[in-house]
T-cell receptor, first 113, second 115 residues
């Protein structure tokens, strides 16, 4: 079954506010996580990743936090813009050789102008 | 533009028909993948390939077949289409090695409806 999952299916935020998208995982041995953004009608795009030896990683306007104690990670988007409207997935490599990606269900982020 | 190209973009099949979803990439990536995405869900891996002549099953391979005769092409074959195969199909490619997930490219998707 899925080892990553999301708390909320939808999230609406005002333009300019910060967004927080959450993800829980079940396998305490998981050591690498990836966030993807999927805009309507398109394939997923890589946003940011984090390894389990880190608690936090920052990119351009995005930050991923990893809490291994409670097996939870979050994606924070600063100053959310209309172009951030999309579905966001957390994912982790799985299977023999880690060739597979196991995706969570996704959170749909809607930005209110 | 360089990337992953999928055809067709949309298709309606009748139950029991067969079809091939085409996928080609021009980035000389060794790894290629086929995923399906059901409404409101994440992607599930159908098949993957780590190089020409090598394919392997993913999480949901039943009802599908693949081949990888060249580095560029990775077609997905549906035999005896069933309503349960109604989904959006994504092909992806990546390099090998540690950066395969951060540098994976996905196609635009094929929306398939089986009626």
């Amino acid at each position: 079954g899925e080892s990553v999952g999301l708390h909320l299916p939808t999230l609406s935020v005002q333009e300019g506010d910060n967004s927080i998208i959450n993800c829980a995982y079940s396998n305490s041995a998981s050591d690498y996580f990836i966030w993807y953004k999927q805009e309507s009608g398109k394939g997923p795009q890589f946003i940011i990743d984090i390894r389990s030896n880190m608690d936090k990683r920052q990119g351009q306007r995005v930050t991923v936090l990893l809490n291994k104690t409670v097996k939870h990670l979050s994606l924070q988007i600063a100053a959310t813009q209309p172009g951030d409207s999309a579905v966001y997935f957390c994912a982790e490599p799985s299977g023999a050789g880690s060739y597979q990606l196991t995706f969570g269900k996704g959170t749909k982020l809607s930005v209110i102008p | 533009n360089a990337g992953v190209t999928q055809t067709p973009k949309f298709r309606i099949l009748k139950i029991g028909q067969s079809m091939t979803l085409q996928c080609t990439q021009d980035m000389n990536h060794n790894y290629m993948y086929w995923y399906r995405q059901d409404p409101g869900m994440g992607l599930k891996l159908i098949y993957y390939s780590v190089g020409a002549g090598i394919t392997d099953k993913g999480e949901v391979p039943n009802g599908y077949n693949v081949s990888r005769s060249t580095t560029e092409d990775f077609p997905l074959r549906l035999e005896l289409a069933a309503p349960s195969q109604t989904s959006v199909y994504f092909c992806a490619s990546s390099r090998s090695g540690e950066r395969r997930w951060t540098e994976a490219f996905f196609g635009q998707g094929t929306r398939l409806t089986v009626v």
